[in-house]
C-alpha cells in the first residue's frame, strides 16, 4: 500500500517497571487504513505497548500521537476516536448480546438511535439476530470474538487495537475474523493488531517484530521475507529469534 499522512506516530517510547524494560525505545509510524501487525513471542512487550497507545497506561518517556492527539494530553480524546479488543474479552459474561451492545453504545457516547441502527446492521452481518437475548456466557469462543471486535468497533472509531484477538480458536474461525478486519479497513478504520501467530502476519500490510522489547524488523511481509531469505513469516521470525 502507499501510505498516507500517519495515524500513529510514534518516538523513542520507554516503559519501565523498576529495573525492568518493558518497552526500549521504540519507533514506528501506522499509516491511514493499513493494516498493522505487532509481532513477537509472549513477553516481547506488545501489550504494554498497545495498552500505552490506548491510554491505558502512562509511558517512561517518549513521544506518542494517537489519531491526532497527545498521548500525555489528550488521553479521554484517545479513547473517544478509538475501539479496543484485549486478550482477556472485553464483553460481560452475565449480559446478553443485547446488553452489552446497550452498554458500550453508552459508553461510547451514541444516541440511542445510532445504536439500534449500528446493532441491528451488526447482528445481521454476523447471522446472530436470533440469539440477541443469549448470555455472552454461553456462546461459543468464536462468537465471542467476532462479537467482541464488532463491539469495538461500534461507533466506527479511526483506530482499532487488537490485543491477540484470535488466541484459542480454530483456524477456520480465525480466517472468518480476518474477513471482519478487511471489512473495518474498507470502512477506513486503521487497524493495529498484536498476534503471535506467524501466518496472520502475513495478512498485515506491514510488520513490526518485537524482541526482548525492542523492535528487531520493521517492514512489509514480502520485504522481510526477502530480506530474510524465508518463504514465511514464520521462517522470518524463527531466524530473528535466533
Not at 141 to 160: C, D, E, R, T
Amino acid at each position: 500500500m502507499i501510505p498516507s499522512e500517519p495515524v500513529i506516530t510514534v518516538r523513542n517510547m520507554v516503559k519501565k517497571f523498576g529495573d525492568f524494560i518493558a518497552n526500549d525505545n521504540l519507533n514506528f509510524e501506522v499509516y491511514k487504513g493499513e493494516i498493522f501487525g505487532f509481532i513477537g513471542a509472549n513477553g516481547a512487550g506488545k501489550t504494554t505497548a498497545i495498552r500505552i497507545l490506548c491510554g491505558l497506561s502512562s509511558p517512561t518517556s517518549g513521544e506518542m500521537n494517537v489519531g491526532g492527539f497527545d498521548i500525555y494530553r489528550q488521553t479521554e480524546k484517545i479513547k473517544q476516536n478509538i475501539g479496543y479488543m484485549s486478550q482477556k474479552f472485553s464483553l460481560y459474561e452475565d449480559l446478553t448480546i443485547n446488553e452489552n451492545i446497550r452498554f458500550y453504545g453508552g459508553v461510547y457516547g451514541m444516541n440511542i438511535a445510532e445504536r439500534k441502527l449500528r446493532t441491528t446492521e451488526m447482528l445481521e452481518r454476523l447471522e446472530l439476530t436470533a440469539y440477541a437475548n443469549r448470555k455472552i456466557g454461553d456462546l461459543p469462543l468464536g462468537w465471542k470474538q467476532k462479537l467482541a471486535f464488532s463491539i469495538a468497533i461500534l461507533h466506527n472509531p479511526k483506530i482499532v487495537f487488537l490485543d491477540e484477538p484470535t488466541g484459542g480458536v480454530d483456524p477456520i474461525t480465525r480466517r472468518q475474523f480476518w474477513n471482519l478486519i478487511y471489512e473495518a479497513v474498507e470502512k477506513g478504520i486503521t487497524v493495529f493488531v498484536t498476534t503471535h501467530y506467524m501466518d496472520e502476519a502475513e495478512y498485515c500490510d506491514r510488520v513490526s517484530i518485537m524482541a526482548e522489547g525492542k523492535i528487531v524488523a520493521l517492514d512489509t511481509p514480502e520485504a522481510l521475507k526477502k530480506q530474510y531469505n524465508a518463504a514465511n513469516m514464520d521462517e522470518v521470525f524463527l531466524k530473528i529469534a535466533r
